[in-house]
């Protein structure tokens, strides 16, 4: 049985052991990083500086959210905002490998600068067991690099500390809710962000597109849950897909975006079905971006593929 009050001294004592002089640490606002920033901040005190990059993927008014959260926590924090330089580097990349493996190399440099700036020599992070698994760790395959792990360059100057290095999605929820962390009960978000939710180029207007759509699919998905229509998934969140389709407006035809809405139910991510969403629910988030989204997107569609075969992210 997992115990959180265990886990949070140990990992407390550890940090503190090895910590020994300034540590900086990634934190995206996500369950992850804010337990391990919460984690640190206990061991290291104001010898931790905790930085949120807005890489210009993040969902509709997260960063202000964010900066909001870290002030109650009561961390020593920096905001960031390196949008222009991520949105550079993606110029021209479609493949979601080479993709992710350029954001998380750009993250690192960012946290490098920053780390420079504040005498660092420890770089903090919320990796999770599942993270490193399907990264590949040279007995299993490489399924997606994530963020955290395939992106970190080798000639990195700073020493990696993971506290949540063993642990799964619900533990990490566990020691949240132990630590009173407000973000225990947020949906997961990956590292790239938006980015892996717009297939294809990551430009500022496809990302605005999917950051849109986002969150039409949240509000209306939290409020249906809200209202008792449905139970709240996992995981809940739409995609922007590279083609476009025929469709109709008033009188014109119409060659307009597609948006595919995913959602999910699971347990650690490992593995995941599919929500059976009631029609209802699905037609009004259909409505809306298509109403809402006019002059970008013309077409909804809902992914029921389970994982495996498929995984959660489409990218
Ligand atoms: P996949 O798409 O691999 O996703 O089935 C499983 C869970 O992990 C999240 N995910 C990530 N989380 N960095 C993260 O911290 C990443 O690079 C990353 N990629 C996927 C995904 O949102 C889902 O909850």
Known sequence: MFNAERFVNEQIEEMRSKIKGKAIIACSGGVDSTVAAV??????????????????????????????????????????????EFFAAMKGVTDP???????????????ERTAKEFGAKYLVQGTIAPDWIESGDGVRD?????HNVGGLPKD???????????????????????????????????????????????????????????????????RASAAGKMTRPWQYFAVLLPCQSVGVQGDNRAYG????????????????????????????????????????VNRVVYDITNKPPATVEWE
């Open 257 to 296: 975006r597609t948006i595919a809405v995913r959602s999910v139910e699971s347990i650690d991510g490992m593995s995941a079905a599919y929500s059976r969403i009631p029609h209802e629910v699905l037609e009004r988030i259909s409505v809306r971006i298509t109403n809402e989204m006019k002059s970008d």
């Open 39 to 84: 984690l640190a901040s206990r061991a290291v005190g104001d010898r931790l500086l905790t930085v949120y990059v807005n890489n210009g993927f993040m969902r509709k008014g997260e960063t202000e959210a964010v900066g909001k959260m870290f002030d109650t926590l009561g961390v020593n924090y920096r905001l960031v905002d390196a949008s222009e």
């Open 142 to 146: 490489v399924i997606k690099s994530h």
């Open 156 to 222: 990195m100057d700073m020493e990696l500390v993971e506290p949540l290095r063993d642990l799964y999605k619900d533990e990490v929820r566990v020691v949240a809710r132990y630590l009173n962390v407000q973000v225990a009960e947020r949906q997961p978000f990956p590292g790239p962000a938006l980015a892996i939710r717009v297939l294809g180029e990551v430009t500022p207007e496809s990302v605005e597109i999917v950051r849109e759509a986002c969150a039409i699919v949240e509000e209306e998905i939290e």
């Open 97 to 111: 490998e080479r993709k992710r493996k350029i954001i998380g190399e750009r993250f690192i440099r960012v946290f």
